[in-house]
RNA sequence: GGGCGGAUAGCUCAGCUGGUAGAGCACCUGGAUCACAACCAGGGGGUCACAGGUUCGAGCCCUGUUCCGCCCACCA
């Protein structure tokens, strides 16, 4: 046992002052390092882009993560907490192009060799702000383990896996529409392009008929990839039809002969059921154009402008383009009319360009063969999701999984490890021998680094020592919107590579929303800066609140006003444990065993509510409902400890009272508080290790001391069912003084009437309650007589009476007993009712009519009790 | 077009396997009582979206409807 340090805990609470102090104490005493001992705890961080800076969602997401981590250090586990970042290669580039921008040069005047190493040099100077940020919260990461997705152990592990992939025919290279962002000028995977809705418009076009005076209307939202037609597709069984197939169409404006064919492709029902076939600009109309050998015609290039094949509107921009050819088709003639039309377009889900569909040579994963194992692996429950209605989605995407194009067109990222000199490719991590051999320009998708993550930063491909005993990790903690970018690949890789799922519980955090309702983004500008919400709050009280506002699986509308719940909430843990330290005075609570304490019944009820809130909490982490765990710890400590004990306590620890029974106060609300701060510091570690340590305490530091049992000893139903009627004693006579306007300071004599046992109750406690309701007097009367002139109040059949002649307004007095008793009538019809009903007797549970039962005897006595209270009144007015 | 979530007090949300509604904030009343005014004591306030159904009993289960939000989707 170590004695506190009674000079801390100084009034005000000023959380900023203590915060700083221990995330450097940690961190230098290596609490964050994982212990052996315990089996491994282990979680893998998402890993933040290096380009950016904290986020409301991620100190949510950090939050919940550390409480799980800080939890489970005390449960005795090795707990690893992995953290890194993502080289993101994208949003990366674009940031130092900005840069570049603003100096007036571009990537290409540098070249790609120098403007790599500008990049390295903007994220050794400036990336990684996030993981210092981290650092605020009180997040328990190794640091000493940091990973980066593009240090040189992870790239080999990265280009490892393109070769192995590439050696089971599962990587393969192909040239088909993909998704173009004609500004960041690179292909795009399916999962970046977002679908917009928008309003457009539905251009009817008439496509002549060769050697005849007869047209044929198609419908398009894009007219100007018309200049790329190459075919006019019809469904095989449509009638309207069926005499055009075969014949040839003259493509207006180009003089194209082009095609009409059948295909299934086709829906009669929308539009005109002809459709133009633009195979070069569509993905649909590429597979038409597959099946029918036709011709790919590109018109427009990778920066969205008409190119050479355009004719007339060669160098117009692709809208630009839209007009004009509109508006030649209209001056021709050819429009036959125009519609509005909601469609989605897809946009680019970084800059948020409209895609351009567009035909190139790109590197494609076959997604089906590793798809195969992560299903069965959700249906066998090797893979969990909570909340479980994820697991629907997950299973959804991965049946109807498309291949993933994974080339992208910059420079930052993994180069991709294909090397070709005339005719020959070679895939090889080093240059082949021999001269003349040239790289693949392109670079990996960074989804196709991160997916490794769970194995990758433990030293995969080596068969490292932490990779034996870290993989696979724990739990995985991490917001929806990347179930597939990146836990179901994780899934699958970590399949693939390791032969097992990565983590057998994945957790899908809230969503944060602002107060109308919209996600909060960076983009939007509606997100709080979270370094100042820390500032002003402190990390604790932001930890602390949005884990007890953040219900399960539901988004959450965030509004700073409501951490003031966790900052006031924090302050009078503060607060309590300061009045506890001021009452130990230099008691050495060391030697002392509970056996030997003449417990009171108020100890032995708050000991029960400890030990019932224990178990509570526990049962609630362990079931991932992080909110019920910190409500459930909220209510323990404000309402039981501090409203209630320490309130009874207080008359306990005075010079007055008896030695012994101080002694015993002082170990039980010490021992209570030493447990609700280690149910706590999970939640909010520093304020909790900081009173910790001010306070007697077993062991160097409380987070690395061991989380509470829940004592079955302590857990006295009796206690509590009898502290309850206490309770409403107190509660009772605080009403009856304010319903007859007694001043606050005045202490009033009771009378109560009521069982043996329950005075015998009273008695036990009487003194610790008198203070509570400010009670002089306190008379108890089995069959006294009742005072001729006093308000009453009916608790449990025993009744409480203030009897104060001259201060009790009679007419009032009256009027709240009637009151009062018709509050109680309606209950009583309904209880009445239930219990005449036969069906309920013969059909409800018998404890259920057995509690029916009682509540009309208690109701019937209650009411009977206050009956007589209001004819005592009418007598005495007389 | 398919799927998922939500609708409970003025606001933000709890409500576990059905047993007649809770919290915080806001509001009203009172209080400088030596842990805390970042507090204490007390109070008002809800046909649990709507309509049916199952059940002795529905906020909770079933069906339908209306709004709001999200995800997926090659009807151009």
Redesign the pocket.
């Known amino acids: 046992m170590r004695p506190g340090s009674p000079e801390t805990l100084q ?5 900023t002052r203590i915060e700083s102090r221990w995330s450097q104490e940690w961190e230098a005493r290596g609490v964050f390092t994982p212990r052996p001992g315990g089996k491994p705890f282990v979680i893998s961080i998402p890993p933040p882009n290096v380009t950016g800076s904290l986020t409301m969602g991620h100190l949510l997401g950090e939050s919940l993560r550390d409480l799980i981590l800080r939890w489970q250090r005390m449960e005795g586990r090795e707990v690893l907490y992995l953290p890194g970042m993502d080289h993101a290669g994208i949003a990366t580039q674009n940031v130092v192009e900005r840069q570049l921008e603003e100096r007036g040069t571009r990537r290409e005047d540098l070249g790609r060799e120098e403007f790599v190493r500008q990049v390295w040099a903007w994220k050794e100077q400036y990336g990684g702000l996030i993981l210092k940020q981290l650092r605020r919260v009180g997040t328990s990461a190794d640091w000493s383990r940091e990973r980066f997705t593009l240090d040189e152990d992870y790239s080999r592990a990265v280009l490892t896996v393109f070769l192995d992939l590439y050696g089971k025919g599962l990587i393969y290279r192909g040239r088909y529409v993909v998704n173009w962002c004609p500004r960041c000028q690179t292909a795009l995977s ?2 970046e ?3 917009v ?1 928008r309003e457009g418009s ?1 251009w009817y076009i008439r496509y002549p008929i060769k050697g005849t005076e007869k047209f044929v209307t ?5 007219p100007e ?1 018309m200049l790329g037609d190459t075919a006019v ?1 019809v ?1 095989p069984k449509d009638r309207r039809y069926a005499h055009l197939v075969g014949k040839v169409a003259v493509l207006p404006l180009m003089r194209r002969e082009i095609p009409i064919l059948a295909d299934e ?12 076939v ?1 195979p070069a600009h ?4 590429f ?1 038409t154009g597959k099946r029918h050998g036709l011709p790919e015609i590109i018109v427009i290039d990778e920066r969205g402008v008409m190119n050479e094949n355009a004719g007339d509107f060669r160098g117009l921009d692709r809208f630009e383009a839209r007009q004009k050819v509109v508006e030649s088709l209209t001056d021709a003639g050819y429009i036959e009319k125009i519609e509005k ?4 377009v897809g946009q680019c889900s970084r800059c948020d360009t409209i895609i351009e569909p567009m035909l190139s040579w790109q590197w494609f994963v076959k997604m089906a063969p590793l798809a195969a194992p992560a299903i069965e692996a959700a249906k066998r429950g090797q893979v969990k999701f909570y ?1 479980a ?2 697991r ?2 997950y299973l ?2 991965l049946e ?1 999984i ?1 291949d993933w194009c994974i080339s992208r067109q910059l420079w930052w990222g993994h180069r991709i490890p294909v090397w070709y000199r005339g005719d020959e490719m070679v895939v090889s991590i080093e240059r082949p021998a021999g001269a003349g051999w040239r790289q693949d320009e392109d670079v990996l998708d960074t989804w196709f680094s991160s997916w490794l993550w769970p194995f990758a930063t433990l030293g995969w491909p080596e068969r490292t020592p932490d990779l034996e005993r870290y993989y696979p990790n724990s739990l995985m903690v991490t917001g ?2 990347i ?2 970018f990146w836990v179901a690949r994780m899934i699958m890789a970590g399949q693939q590579f390791m032969g097992q799922v990565p983590f057998p519980h994945v957790f899908f955090t809230s ?1 944060l ?1 602002d ?1 109308q ?3 909060m983004s960076k983009s939007l500008g509606n997100s709080p800066d979270p370094l100042e919400i820390m500032e002003r709050f ?1 990390a604790d ?1 932001v930890r602390f609140t949005l884990i007890y ?11 700073e ?2 951490i ?2 966790g ?14 330290q ?2 130990l005075g230099d008691e050495d609570l060391g030697p002392i065993k509970e056996s030997a304490l003449r417990l009171t019944l108020a100890d032995r009820w708050i000991l029960s509510r400890f030990a019932n809130a224990v178990k509570d909490i526990s049962r609630f982490l362990k079931t991932y ?1 992080f ?2 765990a910190a ?1 459930a710890l ?2 323990l400590a ?2 039981d ?4 004990y ?2 009874m306590a ?1 008359p306990r620890w005075t010079e007055e009272a008896d030695p012994e029974d101080r002694r015993v106060a002082r170990w039980v609300a010490w021992k209570v508080l030493d447990g609700i701060l280690r149910l706590l510091h999970p939640f909010m570690p520093f304020v909790t290790e900081e009173i910790w340590q001010a306070l007697p305490h077993d062991g160097e530091m409380l987070a690395l001391a061991s989380w509470p049992k829940a004592k079955r000893a302590w857990v006295d139903a009796a206690a509590e069912r009898e502290v309850a009627f206490l309770q409403e004693l ?2 009772a006579v ?2 009856l ?3 007859n306007n007694i ?3 005045r202490r009033v004599p009771i009378v109560v009437r009521g069982t043996h046992e329950q005075l015998a109750l009273i008695e036990q406690l009487q003194s610790q309650i008198m203070p ?1 309701a ?1 009670i002089e007097t306190l008379t108890l009367a089995r069959d006294g007589a009742r005072p001729p002139v006093a308000a009453s109040a009916v608790v449990r059949g025993a009744e409480v009476f203030l009897p104060l002649e001259g201060l009790v307004d009679l007419d009032k007095e009256r009027e709240r007993l009637v009151r009062e008793a018709d ?1 109680l009538l309606s ?1 009583l019809e ?2 009445r ?2 219990l005449r ?4 007797l ?4 018998p404890e ?1 009519v057995e ?2 039962r009682v ?1 009309l005897a208690n109701l019937e006595e209650t009411l009977e009790k206050l009956k007589r209270a209001q004819d005592s009144m009418r007598t005495a007015q007389r």
């Open positions: 009034h005000p609470y000023d959380p399916d999962e392009v977002d679908k809705e539905l198609v419908a398009t939202t894009r990839t597709a469904h492709m086709v829906d009669p029902k929308f539009g005109t059921g002809a459709v133009k633009t569509d993905a649909a109309d597979q039309h909601m469609l989605a909340p209605r994820w629907k989605v959804y995407w109807n498309r929806s919107d179930i597939f969503i929303r107060s309702g919209r996600k402190g009280a506002l953040t219900p399960t699986g539901q988004d959450l509308a965030f509004d006003k409501r003031e719940t900052k006031f909430f924090a302050n009078k843990i503060w607060n309590a444990a300061k009045l506890v001021m009452r409902r909110n019920e409500n909220y209510h404000w309402d400890y501090c409203d209630w320490l309130e207080k107190v509660v605080r009403n003084r304010v319903e001043a606050p300071g509570l400010r509050k209950d309904n209880t009712k239930k009903n036969q069906d309920f013969a059909k409800a549970r259920v509690r029916e509540r």
